[in-house]
C-alpha cells in the first residue's frame, strides 16, 4: 500500500525551530519528487516546499524562504522539513504530498494525514 | 504568483442534484489544474488532474473541464459522502491552491 506518515510536530516556540519528518513506503521513493502543503487553522491549502527526485533542486513559497528547509533521505525514504525563526503564521496542519508522475510539479495523488505545528510561548 | 479564486465560496445543494464549482486562475495555466475533496480531520483526496481526468476510482459523477483560465468541477447526483470542501490547485507554474467551495447540505 502507498503511504506517507508525516511526524514530528507539536509545540514550539516563537523564534524556535522544529524538525518534520514524512516517512514513504509501498513505492519507489527516490522516483517521485516529494512536496510539503500547509493548512492554517480556518484557512485553505497553502504549497510550502517541494523538492526534486534526487534532492538537488527545491523551491520554496515567499514567505518560508530562508526559514524553512526541505531535504530528503532517499536510502530511507524519508522527507524532512526544517523549520527555523518559528511565527504565529507558520502554525498549520502540514502534509506531505506526491506529485504526479515523478514531476516536480503535478497533481497529488498521494498525501500523508498531516502533523500539527503550534506556535506558542 | 499565479492566484485561484474559487466561487461560489458555500454552495447549498440537495442530495441527488447537481453541483457545478468554478475555479478562476489569475494567468493562463493550460490544463494543468487539478481538483481534491477535503474532510475535516482527513487529507485532501485527488479528484481529477490535467483539469479533465478522473483520478484512480473516482467516481463518474465528478467531472472536470476548462482550460486557460476558467475551470469547473460538476458534480451530477450529490451524495451523502461529497459534502465537503472542494479546492483546485494550478500546478503550472509553481503550485497555488484556490480558497476553497464548501458544498454542503441544503
Known amino acids: 500500500e502507498v503511504q506517507l506518515v508525516e511526524s514530528g510536530g507539536g509545540l514550539g516556540q516563537p523564534g524556535g525551530s522544529l524538525r518534520l519528518s514524512c516517512a514513504a513506503s509501498?513505492?519507489?521513493?527516490?522516483?517521485?519528487?516529494m512536496s510539503w502543503v500547509r493548512q492554517a487553522p480556518g484557512k485553505g491549502l497553502e504549497g510550502v516546499a517541494i523538492?526534486?527526485?534526487?534532492?538537488?533542486?527545491?523551491e520554496y513559497t515567499d514567505s518560508v524562504k530562508g526559514r524553512f528547509t526541505i531535504s530528503r533521505d532517499n536510502s530511507k525514504n524519508t522527507l524532512f522539513l526544517q523549520i527555523n525563526s518559528l511565527s504565529a503564521e507558520d502554525m498549520a496542519i502540514y502534509y506531505c504530498?506526491?506529485?504526479?508522475?515523478?514531476?516536480?510539479?503535478?497533481?497529488?495523488?498521494?498525501w500523508g494525514q498531516g502533523t500539527v505545528v503550534t506556535v506558542s510561548s | 504568483e499565479v492566484v485561484m479564486t474559487q466561487s461560489p465560496v458555500t454552495l447549498s445543494v440537495s442530495p441527488g442534484e447537481r453541483a457545478s464549482l468554478s475555479c478562476r486562475a489569475s494567468q493562463a495555466v493550460s490544463t494543468n489544474l487539478a481538483w481534491y475533496q477535503k474532510k475535516p480531520g482527513q487529507a485532501p483526496r485527488l479528484l481529477i488532474y490535467r483539469a479533465s481526468t478522473r483520478a484512480t476510482g473516482i467516481p463518474a459523477r465528478f467531472s472536470g473541464s476548462g482550460s486557460g483560465t476558467e475551470f469547473t468541477l460538476t458534480i451530477s447526483g450529490l451524495h451523502s459522502e461529497d459534502f465537503a470542501v472542494y479546492y483546485c490547485h494550478q500546478y503550472n507554474s509553481w503550485f497555488t491552491f484556490g480558497g476553497g467551495t464548501k458544498v454542503e447540505i441544503k
Open positions: 523538492i526534486g527526485a534526487s534532492g538537488f533542486s527545491a
Open positions: 509501498g513505492f519507489i521513493f527516490s522516483n517521485y519528487a
Open positions: 504530498a506526491r506529485p504526479m508522475g515523478g514531476l516536480m510539479t503535478h497533481a497529488f495523488d498521494v
